[in-house]
């Protein structure tokens, strides 16, 4: 009794390896008798050496799919170019930081100026000291030159772009003492609320971390090149001199 089959068409010698062996040699489509068959395999299917038997795809419609997305790669790459520009500082940056500069510092200009000389319809020194007090600072007289002055030099240094991470710090300072007086009035300036002062102070915040911009005098210092470490040195700076102002010179 023969148990093994040498013959080149044996696989073994069991039944199953010869048939399995011959539908694997079989054409698509047909079975092991020559017969077209009911189902056959997509190019997926036998890439990937499974059988669908409800195959969403006809091989063309999948060969299609496939130069498709390959076309619409390759016009994507095209539309980039080969030597695609990386993405970086540019002119709209240092713009939109050179108009915020100005308006924020000019703002500051006016205030400073008023407070110090009296002019732009400003109270003055005096009449600004009057204030203070009513809004419960003592030392009114050393306070309103301290703070006419720092807005004065921290508008100054924002419209030439020059130490401008100190400037916005002066900024977010005075405006930080001024919401803790004007807590208790709530938000919203028509309410006589500190709306004004924390936008300003957020102004101020952004322009500490984002820097002056390549159109300033800070160009190329070394906070310029370091905004990130020198804002928060200066945020610390603007923390304590508030601290230090509602301290020294504000009354419960």
Not at 133 to 159: P, S, Y
Not at 164 to 185: Q, Y
Not at 208 to 221: I, N
Request: hydrophobic letters at 45%; charged letters at 15%.
């Amino acid at each position: 009794m023969r148990i093994h089959d040498d013959r080149p068409g044996g696989a073994g010698g069991y039944p199953d390896d010869r048939s399995y062996d011959a539908q694997a040699r079989q054409p698509a489509g047909a079975s092991a008798t020559g017969a077209p068959t009911a189902k056959t395999q997509s190019l997926g299917a036998q890439k990937y050496n499974y059988y669908d038997d409800e195959d969403g795809y006809s091989d063309a419609e999948a060969t299609s799919l496939v130069d498709r997305r390959d076309s619409a790669l390759s016009e994507y790459y095209d539309e980039l170019g080969p030597n695609r520009k990386p993405f970086g500082w540019n002119a709209g940056t240092d713009m939109g930081l050179l108009i915020l500069r100005l308006a924020v510092g000019g703002i500051f200009l006016a205030h400073g100026a008023q407070k110090l000389f009296g002019v732009l319809g400003g109270p003055g020194p005096d009449r600004f000291a009057e204030t203070l007090g009513d809004m419960g600072f003592h030392q009114n007289a050393v306070l309103a030159l301290i703070t006419g002055g720092t807005e004065l030099g921290a508008g100054a240094l924002l419209v030439l772009g020059l130490f401008t991470p100190l400037a916005g710090a002066g900024i977010v300072g005075l405006m930080a003492s001024a919401i803790f007086v004007k807590l208790g009035a709530g938000f919203f300036a028509a309410s006589g609320g500190f709306e004004l002062e924390a936008t300003l102070g957020a102004l101020g915040l952004g322009l500490m971390f984002a820097g002056p911009g390549r159109v300033a005098l800070d160009y190329g210092r070394a906070w310029f090149r370091r905004p990130v470490l020198f804002g928060f040195i200066c945020l610390i700076i603007a923390a304590a001199a508030a601290a230090a102002v509602l301290i020294l010179f504000h009354r419960p």
